[in-house]
């Protein structure tokens, strides 16, 4: 079966920008995350989605980011504007059994 | 914040001896994973274990639980170089009917030819 597929795999943008990814599920999960791992650390919870309804966005910083999961299959995770701390590698996973989470491959920012 | 630490942070070992790290977490569970993260990939799922169980294996992994002392170990035996990676704990917390992951910083495995 495919995996969960993200996109772009890299970026770099300026502080103060812009920037959105994109993920795509493995087909039929309909639970489906999104993480944050800065260097060194493990992966932090942003937001969890159940179809298109979010279940828990209470670590998701609001202010600067927002995502959204369209007829409950693919996500987009947007930062505006962004910040120097958000470097990290954003990870989106997606799960049909509940617990057991597959992870895409990850897109890595770097914020400079 | 994360549930989980892993121990060691780093681990370097030689081709073919055994590699032990080890993960305490706070609250209960619902159950523990391991997962492992090669060098700018994802995650790959190695184990879970349930809270009502105290050891599983699978090919050369092996994990145990300890729901007293809140702890968890994972063994690979025989390591090979391409064991290299950093491996997390994960768990899912008992009560909690949204099934979220808590990952500790993990250990990185370092397995020398």
């Known amino acids: 079966e495919a995996g969960v597929a993200q996109s772009p795999r890299y970026k770099i943008i300026e502080k103060r920008q812009s920037v959105a990814f994109w993920c795509n599920p493995i087909?039929?999960?309909?639970?489906l995350y999104w993480y944050q791992q800065i260097l060194g650390q493990g992966p932090k919870l942003l937001i969890q989605?159940?179809?298109?309804?979010?279940?828990?966005d209470s670590q998701l910083p609001k202010d600067r980011f927002s995502a959204e999961r369209l007829k409950g299959v693919d996500s987009t995770l947007k930062i505006q504007p962004a910040k120097l701390e958000d470097s990290a590698v954003y990870l989106c996973?997606?799960?049909?059994?509940?617990?057991?989470?597959?992870f895409g491959p990850g897109t890595r920012l770097t914020v400079l | 914040s994360q549930q989980g630490e892993e121990d060691p942070q780093a681990l370097s070992i030689q081709e073919g001896e055994n590699a032990t790290m080890n993960c305490s977490y706070k609250t209960s569970i619902n159950n523990l994973q391991w997962y492992r993260q090669n060098s700018g990939r994802g995650l790959v799922h190695l184990i879970l274990?349930?809270?009502?169980?105290r050891e599983k294996h699978s090919g050369r992994l092996r994990v145990t639980l300890d729901t007293s002392k809140k702890s968890s170990s994972l063994l690979i035996t025989a390591s090979r170089a391409a064991d290299t990676a950093s491996y997390f704990c994960a768990t899912d917390q008992r009560g909690s009917n949204d099934y979220k992951l808590s990952f500790g910083a993990g250990t990185t495995v370092t397995v020398r030819a």
């Open positions: 274990i349930r809270s009502n169980e």
């Open positions: 996973a997606s799960s049909f059994i509940p617990g057991f989470q597959y």
């Open positions: 989605f159940q179809n298109n309804g979010v279940v828990d």
């Open positions: 087909s039929g999960h309909a639970t």
